[in-house]
């Protein structure tokens, strides 16, 4: 029994009396939880104030009600339906004129209602940054931050906090009050094509650091979105699969990561997605939206669609869907006019338009959409850029250092930077996500050999240069660049020049997953022609995700840089000339191929709209669980990342009981400052358990040379819990637990075992 404690939890239990005592337990943990929302008590309006619901002594829910009274049901209904905010597109035809009239070149816009001073919500999409896809808003030039995968590697999640408040300021500055940002769905598969969007693999990491940027988008008056509820784990297919997963498993793995999210920073809106879940639409699922979403995780902002994810009308809103958005990219309106005649014929209760309205307006006044004032002065593009290179140098992984090859030395004299068109700035990802950076329009200025040098095929690169940053950080050096299309002129180039460094790309766009784990294109047989004529070859990648490297052993060092953003290259040069001591871990397995994945083949390949069903047989053993549970050693851990420093973790202790709290001294031994990782990982000590360890808590603290910290990490319960379904609770059994401080999932670090007490947590 005790085996299989985190994984049968929906087998029946030992007995009916056993089994009602605990549906007993359950609720009454469940009743604990909610009291506290059902008690806001309004005060009393203040004589004077201009309409009753601007009084900002009255909880939002309060004045979303004072403000709902004076609506008739045509502006109700006008606040559900949202439009594609570009202006002549080939959308248009579904846009009525005086939308388009308002729109702003922008993902989307919900009309406003004047008369009652309710403002437009208009959305904007901001992965990395306000979006700008195809540069619709022509030179409307943003702080490209890094990538969700780089935020993700920092383990920071101050960082992530401070991220999303750039991209609040920089939305507020144009007038956008909703950002479509708070991308999380777990990569299950490295292919992915959004995983450079996503937090990576596990659940806590992803729920805390995504949850932790939508705070900080929130801090600055503009709702924030999670997405893609739920399960859009690849993009083949997106629109047509059904991920097929038991309730048990899927709260404790992508559903748990948005529990967390949701949790730490209450976004305003969730984005329901495009696929389906146990064989029903995300935005017509009942459970995901009603049950999970509202109802367990008491959530009280509003569900609106992904841009072409509606396929009902009552079916949509009696789940749980709260505004259909984009008219136009979906077959046909949904909400709007069949929501109008749904309520006139009875088919769908008037009391549920009143939720979705509700749940807007609440969630307009709780982040001060009503009350601060629509746009902010410019913001300190500066300031941001120093904050994006910062994320940047502190989410760079360090992969390889043989014989300490990095830091480079200053008074290295020549060095040849070779490919990934290092000669005009770091790489972006695809999409909607899509930002035109700081310095963009400057890329197509300039000497005319270097502005043909400039892709035409849609991707973006962010200045400045890594060849410019690099220059910079080695004045004496002559520094030269060679394209890459020719290997054997590469690889010519490097063999006279004390150091080559080859910038090795691949470029991810949403929609689109990586064919395999390779570097497209002749990128793996170009670095080993150069590691063959250098031996001092230094690989950064750019990638979006993981990828193979054939090569390895051939190179001195490697550095995972993702797509860095604006001043990515500044952060990438530091790196490598020891300015900056990388800190960074991966927040994502690396395979060593295809075959090690739960699935070698990727679901739905060469299928074109059919519907096909994903088994995620794996369960909540994602990542690097998986690898444990069938004992594969990947190429590079969950968890892993290199410092020009030596730490030494010692003296574990642990105090178990209703969690898990572990302790130990962490000292820096080695020469250099720089910022260690605590990670910990628990999992039961049976010998035969089938459980896979969970990551349970890290710290990431700054260490002198010399000095010792004691760190100490607690970990949320859940992580320590299985979601019983039967009961509907969390339930933690009691018994020995082996919990671990190490430097990645696979590292053995040091241990110590820890009784944990039985204990239900509400769902
Ligand atoms: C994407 C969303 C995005 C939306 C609006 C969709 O295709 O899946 O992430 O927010 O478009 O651009």
Redesign the pocket.
Known sequence: MRASRWRDSERIGDGLPGRIAGVLVCLIAAFHWTAGAALTMAPAVPPGAPEPWMNTALSPDARAELLQAQMTQNEELGLVMGYWGAKGNLYSRAVPREIQAISRDT??IVPGIPRLGIPPLV?T?A?VGI?N?GNMRAGDEATALPSGILMASTWDPQIAFSAGSVIGREARARGYNVV?DG?MNLTRDPRGG?TF?YAGEDPLLAGTMAGAEVAGIQSEHVIS?I??FAF?DQETG?FEFSADIGEGPARESDLLAFEIAVGRSEPGAV?C??NRYNDVYACENDFLLNKVLKRDWNYPGWVLS???AVHSTVAAAEAGLDQQ??SGFDRQDYFGAPLAEALASGKLDPQRLHDMVHRILRTMFANGLMDAPALLPSPDIDAHLDLAQHEAENGIVLLKNADDVLPLSKQVESIVIIGGHADLGVLSGG???QVIPIGYAQLFQGPEDRVRTVPRDGRVFDPPSPLTAIAAEAPEAVVTFVAGDDIAQAADAARHTDAAIVFATQWMV??YDAADLNLPGNQNALIEAVAAANPHTVVVLETGGPVVMPWLDKVQAVAEAWYAGNRGANAIARVLFGAVNPSGRLPVTFPQSEAQLPRPELPGKGLQNVPFDIDYFEGADVGYRWFELKDLTPLFPFGYGLSYTRFRTSGITAIGGATITVAADVANDGPLEGQETIEAYAAPAAADTDEMPRLIGWSKVDLKPGETRHVSITSDPRRLAAFDVLRHCWHIEPGDYVVRIADSATESGISVTVKLDEKDLPP
């Open positions: 993902a989307g959305e999409d992965g979006a896809g479509l991308g959004r969007e979105t997405k893609h859009n997106r984005m997605a495009y992904d841009w072409g958005s984009a999409g909607s996500s949403e929609g």
